[in-house]
């Protein structure tokens, strides 16, 4: 079982920055790959950014050039910095691990809000 605990949410104003952090715990960190995801009201979760065990990342579209994954695995910890903030990034940002050992090794943080707005 993998505990993920998400934090470094709040308001900024847009072009501001963000950092998320998520802390996970009760498994061998590096043997997951790691995912940030967000969910607006209404609408459906989708993929922000992920990075595998062996660090190669992808990103949305709508975050490429502005948002950064990144782990250390010393740590247990995946982050999401985040700059040039726009108001459309309003959204719950929701912490995944995906193990690359077990098939359907899958856990979800509670999530952090983050708001966009002036």
């Known amino acids: 079982q993998v505990q993920l605990v998400e934090s470094g949410g709040g308001l900024v104003q847009p072009g501001g920055s963000l950092r998320l952090s998520c802390a996970a715990s009760g498994s061998i960190f590096s043997w997951y790959d790691m995912g940030w995801y967000r969910q607006a009201p209404g609408k459906q979760r989708e993929l922000v950014a992920r990075i595998t065990h062996g660090r190669a990342t992808n990103y949305a579209d709508s975050v490429k050039g502005r948002f950064t994954i990144s782990r250390d695995n010393a740590r247990n910890t995946v982050y999401l910095q985040m700059n040039d903030l726009k108001p459309e990034d309003t959204s719950v940002y929701y912490c995944?691990?995906?193990?690359?050992?077990?098939?359907?090794?899958?856990?979800w943080g509670q999530g952090t809000q983050v708001t966009v707005s002036s």
């Open positions: 995944h691990a995906h193990s690359i050992v077990r098939v359907g090794d899958d856990y």
